[in-house]
């Protein structure tokens, strides 16, 4: 599991309270797939005060972003890239190695800045 990742979306769960039921869950340090069969647990888990993180993806960060945001995969050399997200009510923008990373780091500088 990528523990960037993890940490990106613990922090904007703690910051946004987003909590749609999602496909996945990060439930302690792994993720797992959402059966029908797991609500139970995954409520159990959550009302335990348990650490069940929403695993986000682009798509749903998307659409709670601002309307201008915008997600381009820039050239660093030959062979490497990075992908840079911002939105127009901010100056700037967020690099990362992956879209969604780069996604939750624009939502965290977004609350930061209480532009969100």
């Not at 990528?2 to 940490?7: A, H």
């Not at 190695?97 to 532009?115: F, I, N, Q, S, Y």
Request: hydrophobic share 35%; net charge negative; proline share 3%.
């Amino acid at each position: 599991m990528d523990n960037k990742l993890y940490q990106l979306c613990k922090e904007v769960y703690e910051r946004t309270k987003w909590d749609e039921k999602k496909d996945y869950l990060f439930i302690e340090d792994s993720f797992h797939a959402s059966h029908p069969e797991w609500d139970e647990v995954e409520i159990a888990h959550h009302d335990m005060g348990g650490k069940g993180i929403p695993l986000y993806t682009s798509d749903y960060l998307l659409e709670k972003l601002p309307r201008d945001t915008g997600l381009f995969k820039t050239i660093l050399s030959q062979k490497e890239h990075a992908y840079f997200a911002n939105a127009s009510t901010r100056l700037g923008g967020e690099y990362s190695d992956t879209p969604l990373k780069a996604l939750l780091k624009l939502v965290l500088a977004l609350k930061e800045a209480k532009e969100l």
